[in-house]
């Protein structure tokens, strides 16, 4: 079965600082993985994917993740950290067949300081 | 496109009553997911559904649970009769079928209180 650890509950970082999440799943095959970030009282929005391909995405507001397979590894980088980036970040491994159900990982939180 | 729509947005009911949840998928989106978002057990999957047919329910809780899409625009995800454990985010998400990593769109969520 497949599944997903985050093991970051909170990160606090400061604006302007550099971020990594990191995401670590289990999956038999190759994975499709995804980002996702959540604000408060809002529903998820998708930051990036990766299936094949470059194993290094870019995704929307400034986010980039590496795929590392031999590590069974999709952190979450930005270098440059603004306040608006403080919500709740998912990683999530897409399931087998066109359903593409998702496992999602508990979440890290972050805060950004001033 | 407006998204995945949710209603309503927030809901207050007293324990033992029905309480039906609403969305309204993407256009065009073959596929309908319902989560629940709790903070004892994250997002969970409940049900999807494959062109307005249930595929998975195994993520029901129980049978108090029910869902239904009796069309390609229009879902619903009932409790009857409603507990206090019952309290959550509940969302839906839609997609289109195909290969490669097509993403899910999630609505903005419906926040159920049970008292």
């Known amino acids: 079965a497949q599944s997903v650890t985050q093991p970051d509950i909170h990160i606090t970082v400061s604006e302007g600082a550099s971020l990594e999440l990191r995401c670590n799943y289990s999956?038999?095959?190759?994975?499709?993985l995804f980002w996702y970030v959540q604000s408060p009282g809002q529903g998820l929005q998708l930051l990036l994917k990766?299936?094949?391909?470059?194993?290094l995405v870019q995704g929307i507001k400034g986010f980039e993740a590496e795929f590392k397979r031999s590590q069974s590894s999709f952190n979450l980088r930005k270098p440059s950290v603004h306040w608006s980036d403080a919500a709740e970040y998912f990683c999530?491994?897409?399931?087998?067949?066109?359903?593409?159900?998702?496992?999602f990982g508990s979440g890290t939180q972050l805060t950004v300081l001033p | 496109d407006a998204g995945v729509i949710q209603s309503p947005r927030h809901e207050v009911t007293e324990m033992g009553q029905e309480v039906t949840l609403r969305c309204k998928p993407i256009?065009?989106?073959?596929?309908l997911f319902w989560y629940r978002q709790t903070m004892m057990r994250g997002l969970e999957l409940l049900i999807y559904?494959?062109?307005?047919?249930?595929?998975?329910d195994s993520g029901m809780p129980e049978d108090r649970f029910s869902a239904k899409m009796p069309n390609a625009s229009f879902s619903t995800l009932k409790i009857q009769p409603s507990e206090p454990r019952d309290s959550a985010v509940y969302f839906c998400?839609?997609?289109?079928?195909?290969?490669?990593?097509?993403?899910?769109?999630f609505g903005p969520g419906t926040r159920l209180t049970v008292l």
């Open positions: 998400a839609s997609r289109v079928a195909g290969q490669g990593a097509t993403e899910q769109f």
């Open positions: 999956y038999g095959a190759t994975p499709y």
């Open positions: 990766y299936f094949s391909g470059d194993t």
């Open positions: 999530a491994v897409g399931g087998p067949g066109s359903a593409r159900q998702l496992t």
């Open positions: 256009s065009g989106h073959d596929y």
């Open positions: 559904f494959n062109n307005n047919v249930p595929i998975d």
